[in-house]
Nanobody, 123 residues
């Protein structure tokens, strides 16, 4: 059974930094894309950043130049380094694994979500 477990959220002042981590576990063969999404109260979930197996990255305009996504393929882990945080970055951050194939079902690609981690930026 595949699980994604996030860590690293918390409370930080504006201008501060946080680093989120997400580890995928289970009989994983490959993960095509890993990423981070966020959802603020009363708003829809939105993309923050994604990274492919080949380390191609994509960022939301609102976080470009402040956030950096990275991954360790051998550990099925993705990170999000968040610098220069702003109050509007406050949200629950969700880890996502897309195009995930397991050892037992290598021809099937699935999409999985973590449980979310709260990030709160105070002004």
């Amino acid at each position: 059974q595949v699980q994604l477990v996030e860590s690293g959220g918390g409370l930080v002042q504006a201008g501060g930094s946080l680093r989120l981590s997400c580890a995928a576990s289970g009989s994983i063969f490959r993960i095509q894309i890993m990423g981070w999404y966020r959802q603020a109260p009363g708003k829809q979930r939105e993309l923050v950043a994604t990274i492919t197996e080949g380390s191609n990255t994509n960022y939301a305009d609102s976080v470009k130049g402040r956030f950096t996504i990275s991954r360790e393929n051998a550990k099925n882990t993705v990170y999000l380094q968040m610098n220069s945080l702003r109050p509007e970055d406050t949200a629950v951050y969700y880890c996502n694994a897309d195009g995930l194939r397991t050892v037992t079902t290598p021809d099937r690609r699935g999409r999985y979500w973590g449980q979310g981690t709260q990030v709160t930026v105070s002004s």
